[in-house]
């Protein structure tokens, strides 16, 4: 499990970093969906500086996954990027490797890696809780 864990890892770490640099310094040139309401969510990503916000969140998550520091506060924050990315891949773009294996296989592994790293989040998943600083 920590060898699946830790290919995992470097997988989607690598994943995240690349996309989000590539946004920013346009090493490969990714062209836009064929949709065309895809089309107009993304231009309001990126009107609105939404876009920004999950490209950097893409570095910050893939350098963290990278480096093994904070893992389970980058899965965490990976969930919402890596759910938008599945939404508009397989249900607005629909290509066999733009849409399924691209935005399927994000959330999969965003998933898996939340899986293997599941004793972390344990203590929030307490039924009943009280506050406290202790």
């Given at each position: 499990m920590k060898i699946l864990?830790?290919?995992?890892?470097i997988i989607f770490g690598l994943h995240f970093l690349l996309n989000g640099l590539n946004f920013?310094?346009?090493v490969v040139n990714?062209?836009?969906?064929?949709?065309?309401?895809?089309?107009?969510l993304m231009g309001g990503f990126v009107q609105s500086g939404?876009?920004?916000?999950?490209?950097?969140?893409?570095?910050?998550?893939?350098?963290l996954l990278l480096t093994?520091?904070?893992?389970p506060l980058a899965l965490v924050l990976a969930v919402p990027v890596a759910s938008i990315i599945a939404f508009v891949d397989i249900t607005l773009v629909r290509t066999l490797v733009g849409g399924w294996?691209?935005?399927?296989g994000t959330i999969l592994l965003n998933a898996a890696l939340l899986v293997c790293y599941l004793k972390y989040y344990k203590?929030?998943?307490?039924?009943?809780?009280t506050p406290g600083l202790d």
């Open positions: 864990a830790l290919v995992l890892r920013f310094f346009h990714i062209k836009g969906p064929n949709n065309p309401i895809a089309t107009e939404l876009f920004d916000v999950a490209k950097v969140t893409e570095i910050t998550v893939g350098i093994n520091r904070f893992v294996i691209l935005g399927g203590p929030m998943l307490a039924f009943r809780t």
